[in-house]
């Protein structure tokens, strides 16, 4: 079945850096363009950045940009999400997407707290 686990969230000094991971299974990954997406307490969820198939691609939120990047490995079927000089209000649960067509997959989430 279709799975998408994301990992390396945590809690971090303002700063500081995290690399998010997310692992990918049961559907042909290099078909699929990849996101980030991150949701904070009351408020929407909102798209952080986005790669391509290949990875030749890739786009920001103007909020990230410069601080956060996206890449992708698709021989280990893995995005990650590479954060530095993260902010209190990167604070968020970061979910990674998987969308081809109609076809979009979510993972469950990972917890990313940025606090002195």
């Known amino acids: 079945q279709v799975q998408l686990v994301e990992s390396g969230g945590g809690l971090v000094r303002p700063g500081g850096s995290l690399r998010l991971s997310c692992a990918a299974s049961?559907?042909?990954?290099?078909?699929?363009?990849m996101s980030w997406h991150r949701q904070a307490p009351g408020k929407a969820r909102e798209l952080v950045a986005l790669?391509?198939?290949?990875?030749?691609?890739?786009n920001y939120a103007n909020s990230v940009k410069g601080r956060f990047t996206i890449s992708r490995d698709n021989a280990k079927n893995t995005v990650y999400l590479q954060m530095s000089s993260l902010k209190p209000e990167d604070t968020a649960v970061y979910f990674c997407?998987?969308?081809?067509?109609?076809?979009?997959?979510w993972g469950q989430g990972t917890q990313v707290t940025v606090s002195s």
């Open positions: 997407l998987a969308h081809w067509g109609s076809s979009n997959y």
């Open positions: 790669i391509t198939t290949t990875g030749g691609s890739t």
């Open positions: 049961g559907f042909t990954f290099s078909d699929y363009a």
